[in-house]
Each structure stands twice: as structure tokens, then as C-alpha cells.
């Protein structure tokens, strides 16, 4: 059964990076799309970008210029990077399996990660 | 952007009864949209794919149906674990997007 473990820092001042990495567990890394998803505190759900095991991304015009996302298919995981963080950043950020070109849905999901942004 | 404007926003209803969500895309998104569920703390969890489609041990009660930029999730005979907020997501085109969610309150 596939699982998602996310892990990253969860403390950040503002203008940092944050860096977040997601692995998969269980289940076939390629072939599939895997997504980055956020929710800020109280709010609804906002999707981030997408990468696939090539390293081919797509990604929310309203991070795109901030966000760089990568893979690295020797370990199964796939990173987000997000530079000049402000407090507008402070979230949960989730990964998870979107899917492939034919059922494309988001059916795995890892814990999430509560990415703080604070001076 | 596709935006998917969901409602109630907010539903109080009893156990046993009939729940109706219902999510309406600013343009037609076909049978693109996807069904979550989420409670506190948690992820959220796949209800129904494509529109209509249950997901993997999803509880028959939860029910979707809809096409183009009219779609419907129900919940036949609302139990207290469906207490949660539901949000309808799209896949069609990119970004990709979400409602902004409906929460049901258990009376």
C-alpha cells in the first residue's frame, strides 16, 4: 500500500526558503503525477504544482515565480522549494499522488507538514 | 482559473438525514471533478473520482453525480463520523482548484 512520509523545517522567518521533501513508500514512483497542496490555518485548500518521475512540473501561476519543485527517482521523492516566504506562507503543506494520465485524481495523501512563518 | 463555488457553505443536519453539496464551475469541466472529505487534523480523503465514481471503500452512502458545471455530492443517511468539511476539486484544466468547502455540523 502506498504512503506518503513528508517531512521539512517548520519554523521560518520571513523572506527564507522553505524546503519540504515528500517520499513514497510502497507503491510505483513513476508513472505518476505527484502533487503539493497547502491549506492555510482555517482556510480551504489551495493546489501548489505538480511533478512527474521525469521532473516535468506544472505549477500555480500565483507561486510559480517563488516555487521550484524536483525529484529524485534513486529515492522515491520528490522536494518544494519556496523562497521569500511571508507570513501569507504560514500553512499545512501536503503531497500527494495525483495520478497518471489516464485516472487523474489525488487518492494518496501524506499528513502534512505546518510550515510557520514568523520574525 | 476555473473557479468551483460550493454550497451550503455551512450545514447543521441530524443524523439519518439526506445531505446535498452541491458545486457549480465557472465553465464546463466535463466529468472532471472530485469529491473530499476532511475532519480536523487530518488530510483529506478521496469520496468520489469523476464525478460519480466511489472510491476504493468509501461507505455506499456517500453518492456524486453531475456533468459540465453542475455537480452534487450526497450523503443518503448522514452518520455522526460525517461530521467534516467537503471540498470539491477539479482536474480539468491548470491550476487545478479547489471549493472552498462545505462544513456539516452534526446536530
Known amino acids: 500500500q502506498v504512503h506518503l512520509q513528508q517531512w521539512g523545517a517548520g519554523l521560518l522567518k520571513p523572506s527564507e526558503t522553505l524546503s519540504l521533501t515528500c517520499a513514497v513508500y510502497g507503491g510505483s514512483f513513476t508513472g505518476y503525477f505527484w502533487s503539493w497542496i497547502r491549506q492555510a490555518p482555517g482556510k480551504g485548500l489551495e493546489w501548489i504544482g505538480e511533478?512527474?518521475?521525469?521532473?516535468?512540473?506544472n505549477s500555480n501561476p500565483s507561486l510559480k515565480s517563488r516555487l521550484t519543485m524536483s525529484v529524485d527517482t534513486s529515492k522515491n521523492q520528490i522536494s518544494l522549494k519556496l523562497t521569500s516566504v511571508t507570513a501569507a506562507d504560514t500553512a499545512v503543506y501536503y503531497c500527494?499522488?495525483?495520478?497518471?494520465?489516464?485516472?487523474?485524481?489525488?487518492?494518496?495523501w501524506g499528513k502534512g507538514t505546518t510550515v510557520t512563518v514568523s520574525s | 482559473e476555473i473557479v468551483l463555488t460550493q454550497s451550503p457553505d455551512f450545514q447543521s443536519v441530524t443524523p439519518k438525514e439526506k445531505v446535498t453539496i452541491t458545486c457549480r464551475a465557472s465553465?464546463?469541466?466535463?466529468?472532471?471533478l472530485h469529491w473530499f472529505q476532511q475532519k480536523p487534523g487530518q488530510s483529506p480523503k478521496l469520496l468520489v473520482k469523476?464525478?460519480?465514481q466511489s472510491f476504493s471503500g468509501v461507505p455506499s452512502r456517500f453518492s456524486g453525480s453531475g456533468s459540465g458545471t453542475d455537480f452534487t455530492l450526497t450523503i443518503s443517511s448522514l452518520e455522526t463520523e460525517d461530521a467534516a468539511t467537503y471540498y470539491c476539486h477539479q482536474s480539468k484544466s491548470l491550476p487545478y482548484t479547489f471549493g472552498q468547502g462545505t462544513k456539516l455540523e452534526i446536530k
Open positions: 500527494a499522488r495525483e495520478g497518471t494520465l489516464t485516472m487523474y485524481y489525488m487518492d494518496v
Open positions: 469523476y464525478a460519480s
Open positions: 465553465q464546463s469541466i466535463g466529468g472532471n
Open positions: 511533478i512527474d518521475h521525469a521532473g516535468s512540473t
